[in-house]
């Protein structure tokens, strides 16, 4: 079965510090992975795609085949960094999302 | 060019009604998906439609169907409301379907009583 884990509801760090917000996932086959984010009383939107390899906002992902994680890493947090951040992957026809349950990210100074 | 909307934003609705919610996408959009957000469940897909015929749909009971358009607006409905239908439900829209391409609505909340 197809599945998104996000094993922290919440992540508290400070401005400034390195974040982590962990994502495995259960697929059969090659799964197209996304991290998308919810910032305060704005649209879901998409972050990045493991595909693009880019980094935005400072944020990377790596696809790990192995230990099948996506982990979102910034190394220097900052405040507008705080939002709600969902890790994604793609169904087999290609066209739904599977969401994980989300983590929330705070960033206090 | 504008954004993904639905409509309404609000809703309020009792045990055993229904209701129908309506999502306009970008335009040239083709295909139209809807997710339900509640805080215990995540987000989870409804159905993708794209060109009026349903492609995808997720494991949800018969209560929830939709619909598309000709001009690429969607519809969904739940009948029979029950209190664990109360949600945020999202509307994306891409050209072709394809997931990287989704634009997400504001979404409805929708509160049954």
């Known amino acids: 079965a197809q599945r998104v884990t996000q094993p922290e509801k919440l992540l508290s760090v400070f401005k400034g510090a390195p974040v982590e917000l962990k994502c495995n996932y259960s697929?059969?086959?090659?799964?197209?992975l996304f991290w998308y984010v919810q910032y305060s009383r704005q649209r879901l939107q998409l972050l990045l795609r493991?595909?693009s390899r880019e980094s935005i906002k400072g944020f990377t992902a790596d696809l790990n085949k192995g230990e099948t994680s996506f982990h979102l890493k910034k190394p220097f947090a900052q405040e507008e960094d705080s939002a709600m951040y969902y890790c994604a992957l793609t169904n087999q026809a290609g066209t739904a999302l599977i969401f994980g349950k989300g983590t929330t990210l705070s960033v206090s100074s | 060019k504008a954004g993904v909307t639905q409509t309404p934003r609000y809703l309020i609705k009792t045990r055993g009604q229904q209701v129908t919610l309506s999502c306009s996408p970008i335009s040239g959009h083709r295909s139209v998906s809807w997710y339900q957000q509640t805080p215990g469940q995540g987000l989870q897909f409804l159905f993708e439609y794209f060109s009026e015929t349903q492609r995808n749909k997720g494991n949800f009971p018969g209560r929830f169907s939709g619909r598309q358009f000709s001009n690429s607006r969607s519809e969904m409905n739940v009948s029979t409301l029950e209190l664990g239908d109360s949600a945020l439900y999202l509307c994306?829209?891409?050209?072709?379907?394809?997931?990287?391409?989704?634009?997400f609505g504001p979404g409805t909340r929708l509160t049954v009583t």
């Open positions: 697929y059969s086959g090659s799964p197209e």
């Open positions: 994306a829209s891409s050209s072709s379907g394809a997931t990287y391409e989704q634009y």
């Open positions: 493991h595909i």
